[in-house]
């Protein structure tokens, strides 16, 4: 695309956008980014107090490092649910493009012209949700002072990075933004006739479970069994590889359970809601990819109560910062669960329609697209379980033997679930508008 060609472009863009004005698709999609950048930037504030009092010699050389070692591998946990965050936030923003996109092709638009202006959309609600986060980062700073770690307060001071973190954090979300709108445009062709044509999803791959396997048979062989010596450091990073490969595995679980409940589905809305996990795995994980790896750490970190000797303030700090990575995870999974299922019921809009002018009541279809978040939520929160205690296998009957901790963990899986569901509910009231809104016309 030329500079002339471009400056057209961007001008319709914003022609278009004045008079379109925000919708409330477009403050959905900031808020997503906004919460996704928060989270971003209170997790790294923790790394670099961490830091600082590592370098400044405040506490102790190797609890010190083992701590900022953790506090590396939290946000490296919380890292794949600000992607799947932000996924859903360009998702929910460009849903509605494919009628906007045919007018303008249809009006003599390029196909160039119309892609680069979804992502205009995308961007521009990403900096705002950038900008709204920075600064709902700097209100819940001071509460976040107030918890005690290694023997010592947090400050202010510690838990705000340089300036130059904040901008790469920042320009990280804003990269996001732009790769998730490019790989969702993959999606949607829209010919000249102004005709949207989907692509379908390809299909997913058994090499999912060897990917899954080797991580797992690395962890077994090195931290259960070991039979090859390492230092505690590997034995971490290996948690966390096996945590995120969890990601590798989820999707094709998911989908076939969903295949089994859909060949013995006793009623319309679980067979809709099967079937349409079955024909997006991937997205259905997506929604409970951050409440899954809330449940992996509070298996693992449920451990540290019941290890921990009287006065271990190390075991304290592990089960405090444990419990902040749950929180995290917990509003990033919340948020993104209403925020991805909006995006589905605008995205499957044709078929919310065809099927009320067919006849489909609408409490059929809000219990399908409830239970479309539930299936998958219910295998995904089980499966990381599973995988929660592997990783605690080294220590599985001292962590049977703690009542306390078992019952914690089962409490904590129970509310992430309900949380989720809770969440999915700010999504139902679409449901009425998107079918009813053709049918009506």
């Known amino acids: 695309m030329d500079r002339g060609l471009a400056m057209i472009t961007l001008k319709l863009w914003a022609r278009l956008a004045r ?3 925000p919708r409330a698709t477009d403050v959905l999609s900031a808020i997503a980014f906004a919460f996704a950048t928060a989270a971003l930037l209170a997790v790294l504030g923790g790394v670099n107090a961490f830091r600082m009092r590592l370098e400044e010699g405040r506490v102790d050389p190797l609890d010190g490092q083992l701590v ?11 890292l794949p649910a600000v992607w799947t965050l932000a996924q859903a936030a360009v998702r929910l923003a460009i849903a509605r493009r494919d009628d906007r996109l045919a007018a303008l092709r249809l009006a003599g638009a390029t196909r160039g012209q119309v892609s680069a202006m979804a992502v205009l959309d995308a961007v521009a609600q990403a900096l705002v949700g950038v900008v709204v986060g920075a600064m709902l980062a700097l209100a819940v700073t001071p509460g976040i002072a107030r918890i005690e770690f290694q023997g010592l307060p947090f400050t202010v001071a510690e838990l705000l990075p340089p300036a130059w973190v904040w901008l790469a954090a920042a320009g990280a979300v804003l990269l996001t933004a732009l790769g998730a709108a490019l790989a969702s445009l993959r999606r949607v062709h829209v010919t000249p006739l102004g005709v949207a044509q989907r692509v379908s999803p390809k299909r997913l791959s058994l090499w999912r479970i060897l990917g899954f396997a080797i991580a797992a048979g690395a962890y077994v062989a090195v931290v259960v069994l070991d039979l090859v010596p390492a230092e505690l450091s590997v034995s971490i990073a290996l948690i966390s590889v096996v945590v995120l490969a969890y990601s590798l595995i989820g999707p094709l679980m998911i989908q076939g359970i969903a295949w089994l409940v859909a060949k013995d589905a006793r009623s319309p ?3 809709l809601a099967a079937r349409r996990v079955i024909d997006d795995p991937r997205g259905a994980f997506n929604i409970v990819g951050a409440m899954s790896v809330a449940v992996m750490a509070g298996g693992f970190a449920s451990l540290a109560p019941a290890a921990a000797a009287p006065g271990d303030a190390l075991a304290v700090d592990m089960a405090t910062g444990a419990a902040l990575t ?3 995870a917990g509003v990033l999974g919340a948020v993104l669960a209403g925020i991805a299922q909006s995006a589905k019921v605008l995205d499957q809009r044709r078929e919310h329609q065809a099927m009320h002018r067919m006849g489909v009541e609408l409490p059929v279809m809000r219990a399908a697209l409830v239970r479309q978040v539930a299936l998958p939520l219910v295998v995904g929160v089980g499966g990381a379980a599973a995988v929660a205690l592997l990783l605690i296998l080294p220590s599985f009957m001292l962590w049977w033997s703690s009542a ?6 089962a409490l904590m899986a129970v509310g992430a679930v309900a949380v989720t569901l809770g969440a999915t509910a700010a999504a139902l009231p679409l449901v009425k508008r998107v079918a009813t809104e053709t049918a009506a016309a």
């Open 326 to 328: 749950i929180a995290i």
């Open 269 to 271: 809305a679980t067979l």
């Open 404 to 409: 306390g901790s078992v019952i914690t963990w």
């Open 19 to 21: 008079a379109t004005g």
């Open 68 to 78: 900022l070692t953790l506090s590396f591998v939290a946000a490296a946990l919380l």
